[in-house]
């Protein structure tokens, strides 16, 4: 079992910036890719960004590529999500996840946490 817990959401204005964390316990944290999706009201959820393992693989969605920047500090069993340039439609809750794409299907999931870009 591994137990992830988001934080860092809020209320930001277009333009500006948010990091997002996700702190894992449980299984060795080190074992997993991790990665971020997010969900906006009435959408599907859609995936964000991955990271491997070694930190040394990163993946992105089309919309985020040159604004998100995912990162993890394994001794801290943490993995980061910093957004800049926030648009209002990046409006959603985002969720932490281990083995996303392309190495999987996203198993063990956090909470969400909610974050809000004003126009």
């Known amino acids: 079992q591994v137990q992830l817990v988001e934080s860092g959401g809020g209320l930001v204005q277009a333009g500006g910036s948010l990091r997002l964390s996700c702190a894992a316990s449980?299984?060795?944290?080190?074992?997993?890719?991790m990665g971020w999706f997010r969900q906006a009201p009435g959408k599907e959820r859609e995936f964000v960004a991955a990271i491997k393992w070694t930190g040394g693989s990163t993946f992105y969605a089309d919309s985020v590529k040159g604004r998100f920047t995912i990162s993890r500090d394994n001794a801290k069993n943490t993995v980061y999500l910093q957004m800049n340039s926030l648009k209002p439609e990046d409006t959603a809750v985002y969720y932490c996840?281990?083995?996303?794409?392309?190495w999987g299907p996203g198993d063990y999931w956090g909470q969400g946490t909610q974050v809000t870009v004003s126009s």
């Open positions: 449980g299984r060795t944290f080190t074992s997993y890719a």
């Open positions: 996840t281990t083995n996303p794409p392309p």
